[in-house]
């Protein structure tokens, strides 16, 4: 499985988010389909994010 990366999946929720503020009227379907997507997003970058933490702390060791 790919490693996804941290800023363009920042920037595809942020793309989300927009959407829903650009919309004067959103499509329920559209909309649930979008917030899937942000789910799937934030669950990807939250493990992302602790493999990052995990690795910081692991060279914080070998340095001390």
Do not use: H, P, Q, Y
């Not at 790919?2 to 942020?14: A, F, P, Q, T």
């Not at 559209?30 to 669950?43: H, N, R, S």
């Amino acid at each position: 499985m790919k490693k996804i990366d941290i800023n363009s999946g920042l920037k595809k929720l942020e793309a989300i988010a927009d959407w829903f503020e650009r919309e004067e009227s959103v499509d329920v379907e559209k909309g649930m389909e979008k917030v899937k997507e942000g789910a799937v997003l934030i669950k990807e970058l939250r493990g992302r994010l602790k493999e990052v933490e995990n690795e910081f702390k692991e060279i914080k060791a070998e340095l001390e």
